[in-house]
């Protein structure tokens, strides 16, 4: 099933990062064989300590799969660095998310896009479980893009480019563009790229990781490139409706703010975040209402990211843990936080 076949470059490596994803990684598994095409490629599942049978899954399923067991949670990018080293044949990586489902064909169009000069990552038009179409691009953080967020929404903001940092006008989705960025369910990072760049920032745990990686890229003349002839589904986490992932999603993109612009850039972000979650707490939105006790943290806010760092959101979602402190190992803030 997942047998590759080699070329003098070597199979495309196909890495999935997975925690507890039993019941989502089998569609992904079905749809690799007619999403790679006649591309040849390696599976290579990195677990983060799952407790159910994710890993007896991949085996039944891809005998052929590469398993690394990391032994913890710990994180996305974490696990996306160790398939990245264990495939340094290969002429790029395929990184997905566990509940992505390859459309036919996508792998070797997205190969395509990457041999357009000045590409290093190339990513596909994305569709939700509905076979909606998901606002995948995206533009480099801003102040203004913030303040415009929070006044208008990102759906409104998004159709202007100097006012929005997710592309939301429809018709931008319907050609190749070169986004600074874009969301990392499914992403071919060529080697070249992963070599120019380094590892990826395993400091955010999960959200922003691929926003740094992203831009570090384009820094470097290796961006992203957007191709809506290659197609896949993402049937999405829960970020969107988790109150302590949301919270960890707004503390990261302060993180990521900080290490781009000065301290006083920042602090201006971290406001233009509070109105934005504020206004939809005091409509009643529990996520926002999360995001909020976490940014009027400074403690929560600059502490390592990581399972004990979403136990603590969820302590001071409950109340229990006014002021957080760290576990014994993980008090120190980081130099480069927010």
Request: charged share 20%; glycine share 8%; net charge neutral.
């Given at each position: 099933?997942?047998?590759?076949?080699?070329?003098?470059?070597?199979?495309?490596?196909?890495?999935?990062?997975?925690?507890?994803?039993?019941?989502?990684?089998?569609?992904?598994?079905?749809?690799?064989?007619?999403?790679?095409?006649?591309?040849?490629?390696?599976?290579?599942?990195?677990?983060?300590?799952?407790?159910?049978?994710?890993?007896?899954?991949?085996?039944?399923?891809?005998?052929?799969?590469?398993?690394?067991?990391?032994?913890?949670?710990?994180?996305?990018?974490?696990?996306?660095?160790?398939?990245?080293?264990?495939?340094?044949?290969?002429?790029?990586?395929?990184?997905?998310?566990?509940?992505?489902?390859?459309?036919?064909?996508?792998?070797?169009?997205?190969?395509?896009?990457?041999?357009?000069?000045?590409?290093?990552?190339?990513?596909?038009?994305?569709?939700?479980?509905?076979?909606?179409?998901?606002?995948?691009?995206?533009?480099?953080?801003?102040?203004?893009?913030?303040?415009?967020?929070?006044?208008?929404?990102?759906?409104?903001?998004?159709?202007?480019?100097?006012?929005?940092?997710?592309?939301?006008?429809?018709?931008?989705?319907?050609?190749?563009?070169?986004?600074?960025?874009?969301?990392?369910?499914?992403?071919?990072?060529?080697?070249?790229?992963?070599?120019?760049?380094?590892?990826?920032?395993?400091?955010?745990?999960?959200?922003?990781?691929?926003?740094?990686?992203?831009?570090?890229?384009?820094?470097?003349?290796?961006?992203?490139?957007?191709?809506?002839?290659?197609?896949?589904?993402?049937?999405e986490g829960g970020s969107g409706t988790s109150p302590r992932l949301w919270a960890l999603l707004t503390?990261?993109?302060?993180?990521?703010?900080?290490?781009?612009?000065?301290?006083?850039?920042?602090?201006?972000?971290?406001?233009?975040?509070?109105?934005?979650?504020?206004?939809?707490?005091?409509?009643?939105?529990?996520?926002?209402?999360?995001?909020?006790?976490?940014?009027?943290?400074?403690?929560?806010?600059?502490?390592?990211?990581?399972?004990?760092?979403?136990?603590?959101?969820?302590?001071?979602?409950?109340?229990?843990?006014?002021?957080?402190?760290?576990?014994?190992?993980?008090?120190?803030?980081?130099?480069?936080?927010?």
């Open positions: 099933m997942n047998t590759p076949r080699r070329t003098s470059r070597g199979p495309v490596a196909v890495a999935v990062v997975t925690w507890n994803s039993a019941e989502v990684l089998p569609g992904l598994i079905a749809s690799l064989p007619a999403g790679a095409g006649d591309v040849p490629y390696r599976l290579v599942v990195v677990d983060n300590a799952s407790s159910d049978d994710t890993v007896a899954v991949a085996r039944r399923l891809a005998p052929d799969v590469t398993v690394l067991q990391t032994g913890r949670n710990a994180g996305y990018a974490a696990g996306v660095n160790a398939a990245i080293a264990e495939t340094h044949d290969s002429p790029a990586v395929l990184v997905l998310n566990p509940d992505v489902r390859l459309l036919p064909g996508c792998l070797p169009t997205l190969l395509a896009g990457l041999d357009e000069p000045g590409t290093g990552i190339a990513v596909p038009r994305l569709t939700d479980a509905d076979g909606a179409l998901i606002h995948s691009m995206r533009r480099r953080p801003t102040l203004l893009r913030a303040y415009a967020d929070a006044v208008l929404g990102a759906t409104v903001a998004g159709r202007w480019p100097a006012l929005g940092e997710v592309v939301t006008d429809p018709l931008r989705y319907e050609h190749e563009a070169r986004p600074d960025w874009a969301e990392g369910s499914t992403q071919l990072v060529s080697r070249a790229c992963l070599d120019a760049c380094g590892p990826w920032d395993e400091s955010y745990f999960l959200y922003s990781e691929e926003t740094d990686f992203h831009l570090r890229a384009g820094s470097r003349g290796l961006g992203v490139r957007y191709v809506p002839a290659a197609g896949a589904q993402h049937l503390a990261n993109r302060l993180r990521l703010f900080s290490r781009l612009f000065s301290r006083p850039e920042t602090a201006l972000y971290w406001v233009a975040l509070m109105l934005r979650e504020s206004t939809r707490a005091l409509r009643g939105d529990a996520i926002a209402r999360a995001a909020v006790r976490t940014l009027v943290r400074p403690s929560l806010l600059r502490a390592p990211r990581g399972p004990a760092w979403l136990d603590l959101c969820d302590a001071v979602d409950r109340g229990t843990t006014p002021n957080p402190v760290l576990p014994a190992g993980e008090a120190h803030a980081e130099a480069s936080g927010t």
